[in-house]
């Protein structure tokens, strides 16, 4: 399978600050997507972005797939924003995403 | 419907009684998966189906574990026997077509006692 590494693990903010969230992953992959789990379990998709720039609001992704990353963006945190952000890859041909182990952020008011 | 709807969100079993988790997924989504979610850790693969043929049962940890998708619409996860190491998050996620953007449910809490 492909190996799905996120950093930080854990990230505590100020409200009002901004972050950078990293993906990098072992293979080419054609699916990437960002997710944020909110308390409550849910999967909350983010993005979807197996390449280039998006943005939706305060957030914004960038997957660079030739060398293997992508970056999510949080400006101006909220509190709300707390949670686990997960980042998960698809292979061609393979139907299944894997998912690396999490960024959990706090964002303190 | 509106987004995938799983049920029921928490189950408490007995350890060695069966179970059944319901998936239904978005209307008219091919392709429909299954993870399983332990405590601090993301989701791993279970299952996959594109319309009623499960093409990828890889990751079904026993033959304890079965899926099934018989009309390519509602699916049902049965966990046989359930053993304590079966507690976890069970997700169930569809999408249009494979490799494209997938949307999950709320998940259903599995604690064996």
């Known amino acids: 399978g492909i190996q799905v590494e996120q950093s930080p693990p854990d990230l505590i903010l100020q409200e009002g600050a901004n972050s950078t969230l990293r993906c990098n992953f072992s293979?080419?992959?054609?699916?990437l997507q960002w997710f944020h789990q909110n308390p409550w379990g849910q999967l909350i998709n983010l993005f979807y972005i197996p390449s280039g720039t998006k943005q939706n609001g305060r957030l914004s992704a960038t997957t660079v797939a030739t060398e293997r990353y992508s970056l999510l963006y949080i400006s101006s945190s909220q509190t709300t924003d707390s949670g686990v952000y997960f980042c998960a890859v698809e292979r061609r041909g393979f139907n299944k995403f894997y998912f690396g182990s999490g960024t959990k952020l706090n964002v303190k008011p | 419907g509106a987004g995938v709807s799983q049920s029921p969100r928490y189950k408490v079993a007995k350890r060695g009684q069966d179970v059944a988790l319901r998936c239904d997924p978005i209307s008219g989504h091919v392709s429909l998966f299954w993870y399983q979610q332990a405590l601090g850790q993301g989701p791993e693969f279970l299952t996959y189906f594109q319309n009623e043929a499960q093409l990828d049962k890889s990751g079904l940890p026993s033959d304890r574990f079965f899926a099934e998708r018989p009309e390519g619409s509602v699916s049902t996860l049965k966990i046989q026997r359930t053993q304590q190491e079966d507690s976890a998050v069970y997700l169930c996620?569809?999408?249009?077509?494979?490799?494209?953007?997938?949307?999950f449910g709320q998940g259903t809490r599995l604690t064996v006692v």
């Open positions: 293979d080419s992959v054609n699916n």
């Open positions: 996620a569809s999408s249009f077509d494979r490799n494209t953007e997938a949307f």
